[in-house]
């Protein structure tokens, strides 16, 4: 079963505005935390925000913020005033404390930002 | 935030020819680093997980000996592939986790994209 999931492959926003990019996970490790890194077409992975399951604030990061919801698995990603250079892959992902160090990745949303 | 390098940036060679790709960790201490994969339009997938002065662990379907995994010190980890073919095409980006920090730091390299005639 995938433990990550992205529902949208492909995103457009005008520039300016906000946009949210989904991200749901499915694990029964109490101790979990989900990670939002970009990837524009030089292929780095630039790491955005992290929500650690205990938190019981939603992360801010500059203008990006994840809406979590705990109870429905969803880590959402909301980049506020959107900007030409976030048109990029955007990747949620989620480590488990039960499953050592590794991340394991959704399949990504690309998205678009329009002038 | 901390730096993670690998080389090649890119690298072309001919089918049945070994490449050896390398990860370091430039300011600071890594015990452990994360190989993945990445084909064109997909998403990262973990190879192996590779333990400073032990053996690399491997994910479920990843050959051990086409994928030779090296961490001979904190700071370098190194991936060869093994008479490589052309479905072995991809990007190949590592992962260091620093040491002392936090345990949600965790850095990538910049990726190797490597091409097999």
């Known amino acids: 079963a995938q433990k990550i999931t992205q529902t949208q492959p492909g995103m457009f926003v005008q520039e300016k505005e906000a946009v949210t990019l989904d991200c749901t996970y499915d694990?029964?490790?109490?101790?979990?935390?989900l990670f939002w890194y970009k990837q524009p077409s030089s292929g780095e992975m630039i790491f955005l925000i992290y929500?650690?399951?205990?938190?019981?604030q939603n992360a801010t990061e500059g203008r990006y913020s994840l809406n979590f919801q705990k109870a429905r698995k969803s880590a959402n990603l909301v980049i506020s005033a959107s900007q030409l250079g976030d048109s990029a892959m955007y990747f949620c992902?989620?480590?488990?404390?039960?499953?050592?160090?590794?991340?394991?990745f959704g399949p990504g949303t690309r998205l678009s930002v329009l002038p | 935030g901390a730096v993670v390098s690998q080389h090649p940036s890119w690298v072309i060679c001919k089918s049945g020819t070994s490449v050896k790709i390398e990860c370091r960790s430039l300011?600071?201490?890594?015990?452990?680093m994360f190989w993945y994969r990445q084909f064109p339009k997909q998403s990262l997938m973990l190879m192996a997980t590779?333990?400073?002065?032990?053996?690399?662990?491997?994910e479920q379907g990843v050959e051990k000996d086409k994928f030779l995994i090296n961490h001979a010190s904190l700071t370098l980890s190194t991936l060869t592939v093994t008479s490589a073919h052309p479905e072995d095409s991809s990007f190949y980006i590592c992962?260091?986790?620093?040491?002392?920090?936090?345990?949600?730091?965790?850095?990538f390299g910049p990726g190797t994209r490597l091409t097999v005639l």
């Open positions: 929500q650690g399951s205990y938190d019981q």
């Open positions: 694990t029964s490790d109490p101790s979990y935390g």
């Open positions: 300011d600071f201490q890594a015990t452990t």
């Open positions: 992902a989620m480590r488990e404390a039960l499953y050592g160090q590794n991340f394991v």
């Open positions: 590779s333990n400073e002065g032990s053996k690399a662990t491997y």
């Open positions: 992962s260091a986790r620093d040491t002392k920090a936090g345990y949600n730091e965790q850095f």
